[in-house]
């Protein structure tokens, strides 16, 4: 009908879903009243469903046993012979030293509802009731521990965080706590596979960055509970920069600078004073004095 997906903001407006859950709970309340027994399993568990019939062993070939589900065959016994019904073949058997209980493996939340055992004796050639006796079997999926993710920053001051978890049974109700006192979520979501009847549920919080934060999402179904920790410490302001440390630093950074200009003076210096020395040996060597010989033998004729 439209209303396994629920929001609190908005509400949806399904006033046949309350109806429903006020049902449940007067039917849940008329069980307990009429003396109905009730077993409570997992998903995945085994169920022993028991039927309180005592016998003795020269009986037990007199009489028919019978369990149902909501007026359709699970299993009967007769004449030492076991039949299953579909779909609880391979995974139901009678236990019979148990007072005929019935003991079902690999639960399914479809196997939840009120068994009926029904026993019969021969008498006269025709088999009378001789026991009935019902019980309620409650399947619950438990829920794993939520994930809490952060979504990221609204604003400078505001961040928003999201708590999830799915795969549980029954209808589940997420909490935002801290210090004890209930926080206002934003956008919790509830909803159901139609295929598994398995929930999911994950709700929103927007918190204050500037403060510290001790956070816990609280999931609750039926009489059971999950819940994750969620903490934030604010970061503490810069600090201002050490005037003391640039006071000790700075006389030292003064002092190295002048040696590096010192250094760099001398190198240039040097440089300088290579170039002049080799372009005065280069004046020297280019002048050009004449060939000596030819000077001093040469004879002049008057």
């Known amino acids: 009908m439209g209303c396994q997906l629920r929001q609190d903001t908005p509400r949806p407006r399904c006033p046949h879903l309350r109806l429903a859950h006020l049902f449940v709970l007067l039917f849940g309340l008329f069980q ?10 997992s998903v995945k568990g085994m169920a022993s469903l028991p ?24 299993l009967s016994y007769t004449s030492g012979k076991t039949e299953v019904w579909a779909p609880y073949k391979n995974r139901t058997v009678l236990d019979i030293p148990s007072n005929f209980s019935l003991m079902i493996g690999s639960l399914v939340l479809s196997d939840r509802g009120i068994y009926t055992c029904v026993i019969q004796r021969s008498e006269g050639g025709a088999y009378k009731k001789r026991h009935l006796d019902s019980v309620m079997l409650f399947i619950r999926a438990h829920y ?11 604003s400078a001051d505001i961040k928003r965080i999201m708590c999830s978890t799915s795969g549980g049974f029954p209808e589940p109700r997420l909490f935002w706590l801290e210090n004890g006192k209930e926080l206002s979520g934003i956008n919790t979501t509830i909803s159901q596979d139609p295929g598994s009847e398995l929930y999911t ?4 919080l927007d918190f204050n ?16 509970q999950v819940s994750k920790n969620f903490t934030w410490e604010k970061q503490p302001p810069e ?8 006071t000790e630093v700075t006389p030292t950074i003064l002092t ?27 004046e020297i060597n280019g ?5 000596v010989e030819a000077s001093a033998e040469q004879t002049i004729f008057l």
């Open 239 to 246: 600090a201002p920069p050490d005037r003391n440390y640039l």
């Open 209 to 224: 960055m500037t403060y510290n934060h001790s956070i816990v999402c609280r999931v609750v179904y039926g009489d059971s």
């Open 144 to 154: 794993p521990v939520p994930n809490i993710t952060d979504l990221g920053n609204l």
């Open 51 to 74: 039927c309180g019939y005592k016998f003795s062993p020269k009986e037990l070939t007199e009489l028919r046993v019978y369990w149902q589900k909501d007026d359709k065959a699970v």
């Open 201 to 204: 549920v994950s709700s929103k």
């Open 32 to 41: 307990m009243s009429s003396g109905i027994g009730q077993v409570s399993k």
């Open 287 to 291: 002048i050009y004095l004449g060939p």
């Open 256 to 282: 190295i600078l002048c040696l590096a200009s010192a250094i760099i003076i001398i190198i240039v210096y040097s440089m300088c004073f290579r170039r002049r020395n080799e372009a005065r040996r280069r």
